[in-house]
């Protein structure tokens, strides 16, 4: 049996307490724990006593090393056990913890993952696959899920996913209009649209180039294909071979054998 001989304050965070055990220290505890336990100088505590003491004890430091971790930010459930595993408290106490962070609304996964989802959609315009896949990295159940993305409706995403496409076809305006659509469709792709709304968005977006416009594509893109190609061809296998590169890019052919008759008058 241990006798508690002196309990002092620490001077580095007045809410927790050293406990001296028969003269010497043994530990220390938060002032909660302190209250909950009763613990004062002269107490007795067996093994028993101290076994539950300590464990509680470790609830509360785990519990306490969550509120640190939300203070920066919103956290879902899975983040912060993830966090605590990783800082090597046992899978009871960090049961314990989320149970208390729960129980006074600290952890929420409804109210993250909602917070979550409109940060998304507003920073990083994610569509709803992205979303859905952010939010299983989050461990985010599936019914809340589902219930989150019922409300990101059609017409939301597509102005959204309209606007990132008009986005890449600014950027891009001097090339081809198929691989500008090729580059929208893989930008899209990858912000987690799906593949019909991304055709119902290629449907809005001008991608049309005038004569002039061609003209400086097949220049540009004509020019590099015929520099690259006629290192290995030559004669009529350059001819098919540029044409070809030029076609899968968009080019209308009667623009490309434009360009091919001028590559023609320059050889003469």
């Known amino acids: 049996m241990a006798v508690i001989t002196k309990i002092t304050q620490q ?49 509360n430091k785990a ?49 993250f993952a909602e917070a979550f989802m409109k940060t998304k959609i507003q920073t990083t315009k994610l569509g709803p696959q992205a979303l ?27 102005e959204i996913a309209k606007d990132l496409a008009e986005k890449v076809a600014r950027k891009n305006e001097r090339q081809a209009s198929l691989q500008v659509k090729r580059k929208i469709e893989s930008h899209l792709l990858r912000k987690g649209y799906s593949y019909d709304m991304i055709r119902n968005v290629l449907e809005e977006v001008d ?8 003209g400086a594509i097949v220049e540009r893109e004509g020019e590099k294909a015929w520099n690259r190609i ?20 968009g080019i209308p052919m009667e623009v490309i054998q434009e360009f091919i008759e001028m590559k023609e008058n320059e050889d003469d």
Request: no cysteine; charged share 35%; glycine share 4%.
């Open 132 to 158: 859905k896949r952010e939010m299983n990295q989050k461990g985010i159940a599936r019914d809340i899920q589902d219930d989150l993305l019922s409300t990101y409706n059609e017409a939301e995403q597509f």
């Open 207 to 214: 991608l049309d180039r005038d004569e002039d416009e061609w």
């Open 11 to 59: 001077k580095r965070d007045s809410e927790r307490f050293n406990i001296f055990l028969d003269g010497e220290y043994s530990f220390s505890v938060h002032e909660s724990v302190l209250v909950q336990f009763g613990l004062t100088k002269g107490m007795e505590l067996d093994d028993w006593a101290l076994g539950e003491l300590q464990y509680e004890n470790e609830i």
């Open 63 to 111: 519990f306490n090393r969550a509120l640190h971790f939300l203070s920066f930010r919103m956290r879902s459930e899975k983040e912060i056990v993830d966090k605590l595993k990783k800082e090597e408290y046992g899978e009871a106490v960090i049961l314990e913890a989320i149970v208390k962070l729960k129980r006074l609304n600290f952890v929420n996964d409804e109210q």
């Open 230 to 249: 006629s290192r290995k061809y030559s004669g009529r296998d350059l001819h098919h071979r540029v044409k070809q590169n030029l076609y899968s890019k």
